[in-house]
């Protein structure tokens, strides 16, 4: 993301300094489950103050709290002060807890690079809410930024049929930012041995002014909105204060390992 990345490299810190403080570390299984267990409450049960006599209206259900696998292959670089490149590890978690109409879901690729998201369950299908953040660290200095969009946009339609495009009006700490969301086909894909049936959507941003960003999002959702397969490639350029322009390119995939997550 043009922004996030951008913010961080103009930071006040001394050059000479952050040279040698560049890092990249795996965020291990039971860690991503420690801190699971840390936030997670038990939600008391709730009864029924009457019997109704009409059917209740079918309503998706969003994945079950947990800790996720993904053997997953990417990096990210950017190429200010002489360049530098994140590997990511060989298997990432992606933490599922309850949140408001949903759950959050929040993918650790390393210590240095999150994202969160938040999905709903409505009559409609599983719907991508308007909130999140994202967090980046290089040479030392990290920053959290959130996500505000104008809207929620589908992503797991309850009738199984693909929507056309859905641009959403954004913003990053503020900062305008312009995806676009589109509904593609059902498939199924492999997970263990056991064949999942998933919905195929992708994000695209294409902004070719002086600060441009090229950015595919590929997501196959099961039908409770867990990601069994994320792909993306992504260029972007910012401005900096301190280093000047800088580029910053990613590209991943993540496989879901099990269905059955860690708690």
């Not at 910012?238 to 995939?253: A, K, M, Q």
């Amino acid at each position: 993301m043009t922004v996030v990345v951008g913010a961080l490299v103009g930071g006040a810190v001394v050059v000479s300094r952050i040279w040698l403080n560049d890092t990249a570390r795996m965020v291990d299984a039971d860690e991503a489950v420690e801190r699971f267990r840390a936030q997670t409450t038990v939600a008391p049960a709730t009864v029924a103050s009457a019997v109704s006599t009409t059917a209740p209206v079918a309503l998706a259900t969003t994945p079950a709290p947990g800790v996720y696998r993904y053997a997953t292959t990417g990096v990210e670089t950017i190429d200010s002060l002489g360049g530098t490149e994140h590997a990511y590890p060989a298997e990432t978690t992606l933490t599922v807890t309850s949140d408001g109409c949903g759950a959050l879901l929040r993918w650790d690729r390393l210590k240095e690079r999150y994202e969160e998201f938040r999905i709903c369950a409505t009559t409609e299908g599983i719907e991508l809410q308007p909130t999140g953040a994202a967090y980046h660290e290089f040479y030392g200095v990290g920053q959290r930024q959130e996500i505000v969009c104008d809207r929620e946009v589908l992503v797991v339609p309850a009738d199984g049929a693909p929507r056309d495009v859905v641009p959403l009006a954004c913003t990053i700490d503020e900062q305008l930012w312009l995806p676009e969301w589109q509904v593609l086909e059902r498939t199924s894909l492999v997970v263990a041995g056991a064949e999942v049936a998933t919905t195929h959507v992708r994000m695209r941003i294409t902004d070719e002014d002086q600060y441009w960003e090229r950015t595919v999002v590929e997501w196959w959702l099961d039908e409770h909105g867990l990601p069994v397969r994320m792909t993306t490639t992504k260029e972007s350029k910012s401005p900096s204060d301190l280093v000047g322009d800088v580029v910053y390119t990613e590209v991943y995939t993540a496989d879901l390992v099990s269905l059955d997550p860690l708690r």
